[in-house]
């Protein structure tokens, strides 16, 4: 049995109708590959959609500013992600005339382009026989061949995407990458694979091994850390609300929040009540204190779980650097503070 042959035969009557499989132009590749690192397709799929419309060009995504993105970005995660994507933007508008570099070794140099991102562009734009090696490829390669080897040392990228170009056709590197991918994300899937439907059944050797559920072996547990939250919505007598923007490293950098009391352990309406007054509200008297979700929000993120409290506080007088609610749903911000904008 030729596996590419099977592999692709299966992805020709079975892949998804998704918008960046009928270019093969760079800029819109490299968006939907940075848009769904992390990301499901469903998801992903609006923000590429929203993105192609406000910035049909890489020239139109340089112009932006950083918030302007950022508001797109909004709910994506990752930041980061959106953050480089404008920087390269900007670089190849400015130093590369507005085209991508051809080639996978020059496309790595690109900030936020890693290799995963890169293979993927090579292939998919210009047609190079570089394999993309992802969670799904990890996936599909070690169950079909048995492979115990611990994806998640650094060693294992290599011995995997050794394996994924001597089965990768040459003459047609970009529909192998495509269709590896998406058998792994819509057959070979992470948890209880339907293994009696699928096309390698007589031939993976995990599935005769009865390994499937074992394999790929992935050690390294993230340490999650936990962090506590205490948001003040802040209301003046005109209404007025109060934001910041998140200037320093580290998780959601340059979004905005409100006022941030950031505690070791949750905390009561006591300390909060004890801790406002004269740190945050020197110039105007606290009238109220709110609790407005007594049970905290628990947002995870990657490495870390935030428990999250929202306080509402109305003051006297009018607040300094105040502003309209309206105003105020403009910026971007985290998902986990927008929806509560939203719902408040």
Not at 143 to 161: G, L, N
């Amino acid at each position: 049995m030729n596996f590419s042959n099977v592999l692709i035969r299966w992805y020709l009557e079975n892949k998804r109708d998704l918008p960046w499989r009928k270019t093969d132009n760079p800029y819109l590749i490299w968006l939907s590959e940075i848009m769904l690192q992390q990301t499901r397709v469903a998801q992903g799929m609006p923000y590429f959609l929203s993105f192609v419309t406000n910035f049909p060009t890489v020239y139109d995504l340089a112009k932006a500013n950083e918030e302007q993105v950022l508001k797109l970005w909004q709910g994506l995660g990752y930041y980061s992600r959106a953050r480089n994507l404008h920087k390269t933007a900007q670089f190849v508008a400015a130093e590369l005339s507005g085209k991508f570099p051809d080639n996978y070794n020059d496309l790595l140099k690109l900030k936020g382009i890693g290799e995963y991102t890169a293979a993927a562009i090579a292939s998919f734009s210009y047609n190079e026989a570089v394999p993309v090696v992802d969670g799904n490829v990890f996936r599909v390669l070690s169950r079909y061949f048995d492979v115990e080897t611990d994806i998640a040392v650094a060693s294992a990228k290599k011995e995997f995407t050794a394996l994924a170009f001597e089965l990768m056709p040459k003459d047609n590197p970009a529909m192998f990458n495509q269709a590896i991918m998406e058998f792994g994300a819509l057959q070979c899937v992470p948890k209880s694979p339907n293994c009696t439907i699928c096309i390698f059944n007589t031939s993976c050797a995990a599935l005769q091994k009865k390994k499937v559920d074992q394999l790929p072996v992935k050690s390294k547990k993230i340490k999650v850390r936990n962090r506590f939250f205490n948001y003040l919505v802040v209301s003046d007598e005109k209404e007025n609300t109060v934001i910041q923007k998140r200037t320093a490293k580290g998780i959601w950098h340059n979004l905005y929040e409100f006022p941030l009391i950031e505690t070791e352990a949750s905390v009561d309406f006591e300390f909060i009540s004890n801790n406002i007054q004269n740190k945050f509200f020197v110039n105007n008297k606290v009238v109220s204190i709110m609790e407005c979700n007594q049970k905290s929000i628990i947002h995870k993120l990657s490495h870390q779980h935030l428990h999250i409290k929202f306080w509402k506080v109305n003051v006297d007088g009018t607040i300094e650097n105040g502003i309209t609610t309206e105003f105020m749903k403009t910026f971007p911000y985290p998902i986990v503070i927008f929806n509560f904008i939203e719902k408040n």
